[in-house]
């Protein structure tokens, strides 16, 4: 992985001879930003599909674009995904680029090089690893942003934040004060995972705390709700399963910060019955052997992978 990321004081311009990809809430406030080919797309994780991309290259395709041509996306990270997944299989492969507009983009998915997308209601079940040439990051656009996506954002920064002492200790004590500096250490953080593990072989898979549970409200609740909050919930169920493993202080610190962005919004897992929940959380991508992966966050900065059979811990 050699993505560059780049920190812009102003917002960027998209010209010449590229390709652009956006959704229409984007080209809503940001039309101004680009002139050159482009596909809009219909914004939302519905449209997070097979038939998007293609829709993507057949556009590209009408737009003579050759495999010298570079992609450039510009949205969030539904824009993110599906537009890195286009650019990994055009011609078996082009360059891309990726400027993320929300929080959860900039702070988590925008950089890392997982592109991919839905297949029905499970998430990111075709996808490819490919990085991004580069990846320009302009708090600017999150202006614009919803507040519901903003929380959204706070939920992926969490999670990562539980990952990295140094950041926990930060994030936890002036409670998102300085976001640019948070999304710059979230962001360096993970590209030194991400460098050490590009395909999640290894260490790459502690980047998937809250994700088990977290996809699977988000499938079965048929992603009403932005991916943040799933992760948040996420979070604190898997927590609660390893609760006797996880360092009491830091545990009542994660449920104290969870709860702030949560605003006392009704938990989407009482809505399903356990065995619901465990079925979609065995379709899950990274089980293995026949159990379910979690990730154990032991304490700040140090976790654990475990399998688990439905039936309990091993």
């Known amino acids: ?32 930003l680009f002139d050159c080919p482009h596909y809009i797309m219909r914004a939302g994780e519905k449209n997070k599909t097979l038939a998007t991309v293609e829709k993507i290259t057949t556009a590209m395709l009408k737009a003579g674009c050759d495999r010298r041509a570079v992609l450039v996306a510009m949205g969030g990270g539904v824009v993110g995904d599906t537009a890195g997944f286009a650019a990994a299989v055009y011609m078996r492969g082009i360059q891309w680029v990726n400027i993320p507009t929300t929080l959860l983009a900039q702070a988590d998915s925008g950089a890392g090089g997982k592109t991919g997308v839905n297949l029905g209601a499970y998430k990111n079940m075709a996808g490819a690893f490919h990085a991004p040439k580069e990846v320009i990051i302009c708090h600017d656009f999150l202006g614009t942003l919803p507040k519901k996506e ?18 926990w200790e930060w994030v936890y004590k002036y409670r998102f004060g300085n976001i640019e500096k948070i999304v710059k250490a979230c962001i360096e953080f993970k590209q030194s995972v991400v460098k050490e593990d590009f395909r999640e072989e290894g260490r790459r898979k502690i980047l998937n705390l809250g994700h088990t549970i977290g996809h699977a409200l988000e499938t079965l609740d048929n992603h009403t709700l932005p991916h943040g909050e799933y992760v948040a919930w996420g979070i604190l169920h898997e927590t609660k399963m390893f609760e006797e493993d996880i360092d009491p202080k830091f545990l009542a610190e994660v449920r104290d910060l969870i709860g702030e962005i949560l605003e006392g919004n009704p938990d989407p897992y009482n809505k399903f019955d356990k065995a619901a929940i465990i079925d979609a959380c065995r379709k899950d991508k990274k089980n293995k052997g026949g159990k379910i992966t979690f990730v154990v966050p032991v ?9 688990i059979t439905p039936q309990g811990k091993p």
């Open 1 to 32: 992985m050699n993505t560059v990321i780049k920190f812009e004081k102003e917002l960027p311009r998209v010209t010449g001879n590229v390709f652009l990809v956006t959704d229409e809430n984007v080209a809503g406030y940001y039309s101004h």
């Open 150 to 167: 903003y929380l959204s954002g706070l939920g992926e920064i969490i999670k990562t934040a539980m990952l990295d002492r140094e950041l």
């Open 299 to 307: 304490k700040a900065g140090a976790q654990e992978i475990k399998g």
